[in-house]
């Protein structure tokens, strides 16, 4: 079964819908369906940073754009790559891979997209650069354990607060770190006031 993106993640400016965007719909394939089983699942946004895999709950996300112009702003942190107009907005653009010591070159401009928090407390938008968005994964709440209790190093990071595990016929086939967003943003020098 695949979930649609939802059109508010795919830059498609859904209060105006009449304007239409000639943007192809998108469908991601999800490895489990709700109707699997009687259990909690809740969605989330799987996103690549070089090698690493990450993920942040569809809430908290307002848009992915794809990666423009953005401006840089002297004597920022090293995290934040600039600022950039998102629809007559000031957004600032952290580049998480300061946090996580990735190594790996990034992605081609095409394959990048800025992941735009929905966090109504900040004065200013924030988003991400990402290496590629892979799509939005239904995941069993059983599948996620915090930090502190992982046996993964995935969970060893402070920014990460929480290992998905995903698994098939029993077996763990692979971990990815939950984000904590609130804790990049302030590590990043752009928490709220």
Same mark, same amino acid.
């Given at each position: 079964?695949? +979930?649609?993106? =939802?059109?508010?993640?795919?830059? %498609? #400016? ?5 304007? *239409? $965007? ?48 953005? +401006?840089?702003? =002297?004597?920022?942190?090293?995290? %934040? #790559? ?5 629809? *007559? $907005? ?104």
């Amino acid at each position: 079964m695949s +979930t649609d993106l =939802p059109d508010e993640l795919l830059d %498609i #400016d859904v209060e105006n819908p009449e304007e *239409g $965007e000639d943007e192809p719909e998108t469908e991601i394939q999800s490895d489990r369906s709700p109707d699997d089983e009687d259990e909690e699942i809740e969605r989330f946004v799987v996103f690549r940073l070089g090698e690493h895999r990450f993920a942040i709950s569809v809430d908290a996300v307002k848009s992915i754009v794809k990666v423009k112009e953005w +401006t840089r702003v =002297p004597r920022t942190s090293p995290a %934040i #790559d600039g600022i950039m107009d998102l629809r *007559g $907005e000031i957004t600032a653009v952290i580049e998480p891979r300061v946090h996580f010591h990735v190594e790996e070159e990034p992605a081609d401009l095409n394959r990048q997209r800025i992941i735009v928090f929905d966090r109504a407390a900040d004065k200013q938008g924030v988003g991400i650069r990402v290496d590629d968005v892979e799509g939005v994964d239904l995941i069993p709440l059983r599948s996620i354990v915090p930090s502190e209790h992982a046996e993964d190093e995935t969970g060893d990071h402070p920014l990460v607060t929480a290992v998905i595990y995903r698994e098939d016929d029993g077996q763990v086939v692979d971990t990815m770190g939950l984000l904590d967003i609130k804790g990049l943003i302030q590590a990043s020098g752009q928490a709220a006031e």
